[in-house]
């Protein structure tokens, strides 16, 4: 079969692929479709603008309770005593029960001690008071430089177990721990650094630093559980429905058949609702043992102190290059902290970017006594891409050449390269001066960074199509929608395939009880389940051609629908209309349950049911900056994103999911930091005042362009958008203020006293 | 959020009498005592309450007060109701054109939602943003601990001057400028009677008393900010610097009052720094570098370093300095109407 290949604008031929057995014929450009690739509205906008839409946090079972959980103000304790038995006799109070145990220790402020399960929240949270802890402070600290130190305090004691969770980073087994630092981490090292160096013509080095962000979801953590002794259905703000399900029959030795998992609505993951989590287990044991559903949500404290965070990272870099700007060399160490948790490695980002024969990583978990970090939009390559791509920008100016061509040199990638050459029209790239070129107290600049992050895709990911005899159609699936718009996506999918419009599709997702969906997390949704519905609906429209092609006095294959209709030989003029053909039906409904195959010219790797395509995902940003280098306060003045996810299914949901990606860049470069007292190793700002996100009023234009890239891989060769649309902003920013000022400000975040002391305007102090 | 009982109070009168204690003094006080507090918009009483810093028994409602929501003026200056928004001071014609620093310093508070609740006197009278004395497992010296946390914490959002036992910054923008114009806070008590007071004294910082922020007693009710008039040739300007434009506080925000005479000379200086000290600080040595001199960058440039000498900053806020000379320099020039050129 040949499909589509290339990139549109810049020239699509063709490809031929085989293609296994009950996949439909390829899909045309998106030019030639009716309903894919265009800017369908988000079926549900209505619903969430007008407050109609349902969340997690608005399902109230009759009966149910409101769970609490206490939690260590310490940041190390070795806890000796819990009593609560007083709390047990509080009025409203249906269950307790005990998280840490004697000896248990608190290892960070935040860390769960005991939960409450009453009917009203008031009265849980009452009850929490009542519960007494008999604690040993120990040391502690929450510095990850001290906590490099060889005299620091021990988060973790030799021979104690870690944790080695990961969701998305590849964790090694087995490294050697030394004081609080593990490591390092030398995997993807390759040829001969040392040999790479001496032959540079050209050197940059540079010590970055970013700090820890929290996910800051719109929509808190939270769980409806209720334990029956015919099964467990949960409700669940979760991007993995499937997986929770899993868990759930796991953690409590139950079949995957008495297991449902739910979502409506949700308000954003980001990374951090990927897994049940030990608050979710709470919930469930709560409900277990008090008999009734119990309600856990979290509150802004407590997502900022325990559902994960974007660790922070120390990381020196190092590039050689020949004078034409062929690299011979990178060199990265990185010491990061994820609290108490592993998984602060950034090394995938310089390892994969650029064309390099020699490089060599050396990264390490710093642990400290602060919440454990977890996988958060492009884990690991957006703290990455701060410093690779300062230190690339960095590069190009030692050569004297313009990054971007300098790019065109040492990037092997078309997709990037067009997306250069689009963001530099778009940009005004031409426009951009010298560093510091500007006369007067507020400058202007432009940079550019880029973006590399995995396609991803995940095979165990189903799909069921019905189309019922009054010519209705329903899809059913469990993937979840934490905020992307997948509904409406699916929705066109099959409307494609019908010649109906996504209106006319009914589309039920988020319910374990419906075919498995994949997870949504690593950009892997739109990749993962719309080839299996676009499959399903073509499998059934096969069924309903065999079945209403006497009644037209055709064969099968002479059969289309387009249009609202069922036509003969592609002529609109012979047929009937869909609902009067469905009318035909020997059953009230016909249904089909497809899942994802492999992608058509193979996977690049593999693992479980997680597989890696053989392109990764690109992404270029081009930013404006004014700086005012007097109070060093930076003004982003415009983002342009120029970004590509092979096929793009919805241009309006992918141009909202990129605005949302480079928000968060804007955010995580001027504004986001955890900060930590390092003497009573509380977090200080754990509330969305004084952890500052980027507001309307900071928010410059933001330009979208989207590359349609056909790679013939799949039955709709869509692929993901989210993380790569986070990757490149706030190293674009930083590239821009070098730009602005002709100072590099190698520090997150770049607040006015970060840029102040860069440009070396602090006074000493007295 | 524990129980309360809740009354609306119709009179002034009514609400002083009901009146047994400030804020400060309810969230020192004991949990059997009886902790009852006056409400105005509830922007920041409410904040304290959900930070379980305030429990208070009872809540004494002031909305519902006639006449104290309106800004009036006559020929001894301006009076503006307690219960004005900060939204109205934003847009007030009175605001706008007599007092620009003040209408610009309310339009640069908060978020649109906030300012349409916000009243001036819940403004004046907001406890500080410190994030050791907001959060409840710190035990500082403004909540009657022992210590301070901030010298030698997280101090980046803290003062460069004026931290004599207690680091916070004042909360209020307004007041920056408020007290720039000289304005003075009436007071009503139980007993019937007013008082009035110069805001700059009405304020009082740790060297004062470190547990409260103003001068207020117990039962008293403020009713109205009062500003006194602005004759011709008087100018006035407000700059703020935050982290972020939308709904940030200020890292250093400034108001200068200034009138020039017939021969272009200032008198009548008022330079006040903001985000700077506990209470809004004004920079007398700014002021005496302007004061009989005529305008000009060099004359800017001085008063803004005046206006930073002699400050003590702390180890993450000496980056305010620089800030807060500039912001001086450039309202300086702004005020007396005179371009800065480019070097």
Redesign the interface.
């Known amino acids: 079969m040949r499909f589509p290949f290339g990139i549109a604008g810049a020239g699509v031929g063709e490809i031929e692929r085989q293609i296994p057995d009950g996949e439909p014929p390829p899909l045309p450009v998106n030019d030639a479709l009716r309903v894919i690739g265009k800017p369908v509205r988000r079926q549900d906008g209505r619903a969430k603008v007008t407050g109609a839409v349902r969340f997690t946090v608005d399902v109230k079972p009759p009966g149910m309770l409101h769970a609490r959980i206490l939690r260590s ?1 310490s940041p190390n304790a070795r806890v000796r005593a819990i009593d609560t038995a007083a709390a047990e006799r509080q009025a409203g109070v249906r269950a307790v029960l005990a998280i840490a145990r004697n000896d248990s220790i608190l290892r960070y402020a935040g860390a769960p001690i005991a939960a409450v399960a009453a009917t009203t929240q ?1 009265a849980a949270d009452a009850a929490l008071r009542l519960i007494r802890v008999d604690a040993a402070a120990l040391p502690f600290v929450v510095d990850m430089d001290i906590a490099r130190r060889a005299n620091a305090a021990l988060v973790y004691q030799p021979g104690e177990a870690l944790p080695l969770n990961a969701v998305e980073i590849p964790v090694s087994g087995a490294l050697p721990l030394t004081g609080n630092v593990r490591g390092p981490e030398t995997l993807g090292s390759r040829g001969d650094v040392e040999q790479g160096f001496a032959v540079a013509e050209v050197i940059v080095e540079g010590e970055y630093r970013t700090r820890t962000q929290t996910h800051c979801c719109m929509e808190p953590h939270a769980i409806v559980a209720d334990w029956r002794a015919d099964g467990l259905t949960v409700w669940m703000s979760t991007q993995f429905t499937a997986g929770v399900r899993r868990e759930l029959a796991r953690v409590f030795d139950l079949k995957l058949s008495q297991v449902r998992v739910k979502v409506a609505a949700m308000g954003g993951g980001f990374g951090s609702k990927s897994q049940l989590g030990v608050y979710g287990q709470i919930a469930v044991m709560l409900s277990r043992q008090a008999g009734a559903p119990v309600r856990l949500v979290f509150d802004r404290e407590e997502e900022h102190l325990d559902s994960g965070n974007r660790p922070e990272t120390w990381q020196q870099i190092r590039i050689g290059a020949h004078r034409d700007g062929t690299l011979s060399a990178i060199s990265l160490v990185e010491f990061g902290s994820a609290g108490v948790g592993v998984g602060a490695g950034v090394g995938n980002f310089a390892q994969t970017l650029y064309a390099c024969p020699n490089f060599s990583l050396a990264q390490n978990d710093v642990f400290i006594n602060a919440g454990r970090g977890s996988a958060m939009r492009g884990p690991g390559n957006t703290p990455g891409a701060f410093a690779m791509e300062q230190a690339i920008d960095d590069l190009a100016g030692q050569l004297g050449l313009d990054p971007l061509v300098l790019r065109d040199r040492i990037d092997p990638s078309p997709v990037r390269r067009e997306e250069r050459r689009l963001g530099a029209a778009k940009s005004g790239w031409d426009r951009r001066h010298a560093p510091g070129a500007d ?2 107290a507020t400058k202007r600049g432009i940079g550019v960074a880029q973006s590399i992050w995995g396609a991803n895709v995940y095979t165990n990911a189903s799909c069921e199509v019905r189309v019922l005899r009054d010519g209705s159609v329903l899809v059913l699936s469990g993937v979840q929608d934490l905020g992307t718009g997948i509904g409406t996506i699916l929705a066109q999918v099959v409307a494609e395939e019908f010649g109906l419009l996504p209106e006319d599709i009914t589309v039920h997702i988020g319910d374990t009880d419906f075919p498995a969906g994949p997870p949504s997390y690593g950009s892997q949704t739109t990749a993962s389940i719309t080839p299996a519905a676009r499959t399903a609906a073509w499998k059934v429209k096969q069924a309903l051609f065999r079945q209403v092609a006497p009644a037209l006095g055709a064969t099968p294959e002479q059969l289309a629908a387009r249009d609202g209709k069922i036509i003969i030989g592609n002529d609109p003029a012979r047929g009937m209309n869909f609902r009067d053909a469905t009318a035909g039906m020997r059953t009230d409904q016909l249904s089909v349950v497809e899942s994802r195959a492999d992608d058509y010219g193979g996977f690049r790797r593999r693992s479980g049911d997680m597989a890696g395509a053989v392109n990764d995902l690109g992404g270029v940003q081009f930013a404006e900056v004014s700086v005012d280098t ?4 930076i003004r982003v003045e415009r983002i342009v994103a120029v970004q590509d996810c092979g096929r793009p299914m919805n241009p309006k949901l992918i141009e909202s999911q990129v605005m949302g990606g480079v928000l968060m860049g804007i955010s995580y470069a ?2 986001e930091e955890r ?6 190793g ?1 977090m ?2 754990a509330n969305l ?2 952890y ?1 996100l ?5 928010t410059p234009p933001i330009e979208v362009i989207v590359l349609e890239n056909y790679q013939g891989q799949s039955a709709t060769d869509a692929y993901g958008i989210a993380e790569p649309s986070n990757i490149a902003t706030a190293p674009a920013i930083a590239n821009a203020v070098f730009n602005a000022i002709g100072v590099r400000v190698r520090e997150l975040p770049m ?3 970060t840029v ?2 860069a440009l070396g ?6 | 959020m524990d129980r309360f009982t809740w009354q609306s109070a119709r009179t002034v009168a009514e609400a002083a009498s009901a009146g047994k204690c400030t804020v400060a003094e309810a969230m020192r006080a004991d949990t059997d005592a009886d902790r009852v507090v006056m409400k105005a918009g509830g922007i920041d009483l409410l904040d304290l309450m959900k930070e379980g810093l305030l429990r208070p028994t009872r809540v004494i409602n002031l909305r519902d007060i006639p006449g104290l929501d309106t800004i009036t003026e006559d020929a001894a200056g301006t009076r503006i109701g307690a219960l004005v928004t900060l939204e109205q001071l934003a847009a007030h014609s009175i605001s706008r054109q007599r007092y620009t620093a003040l209408a610009d310093a309310a339009a640069s508070s908060a978020t649109p939602q906030i300012r349409h609740v916000a009243t001036l006197g819940g403004n004046l009278l907001q406890r500080p943003r410190c994030w050791y004395f907001r959060s409840a497992a710190h035990h500082c010296a403004r909540k009657g601990g022992e210590h301070c946390f901030a010298f030698a914490g997280e101090n980046q959002y803290h003062a460069v001057f004026g931290h004599d036992g207690c680091a916070i910054v004042h909360p209020s923008t307004v007041a920056t400028a408020l007290v720039a114009f000289n304005a003075r806070v009436e007071l009503a008590n139980a007993q019937g009677g007013t008082r009035t007071v110069a805001l700059e004294a009405f304020l009082v910082g740790p060297e004062v008393d470190v547990t409260r922020e103003t001068d207020l007693r117990a039962g008293e009710v403020m009713t109205a900010v009062l500003l006194p008039p602005m004759p011709a040739g008087v100018r006035s300007v407000f700059l703020k610097q935050a982290e972020r434009l939308s709904s940030d506080w200020s890292i250093a925000d400034v108001a200068v009052v200034l009138q020039r005479a017939a021969d272009g000379r200032c008198q009548n200086v008022s330079v006040v720094l903001g985000a700077a000290a506990p209470v809004p600080w004004r920079a007398q040595k700014a002021e005496a570098a302007l004061t009989g001199r005529l305008i000009d960058a060099a004359v800017a440039n001085a008063a803004g370093e005046a206006a930073i000498a002699g400050a003590e900053p702390l180890r993450r806020n000496a980056y305010k300095l620089p800030i807060l000379a500039t912001l001086v320099r450039r309202a300086v020039l702004t005020a007396a109407d005179v371009r800065e050129t480019v070097p």
């Open positions: 103000t008031a006369t007067g007097e109070t060093g306060s001027l504004l900060v930590i007292d390092q003497h009573t509380r200080m700002n005042e004084q500052k980027v507001g309307p009023r900071d607040t006015p006293a102040l002391a305007r602090l006074p000493r102090r007295s």
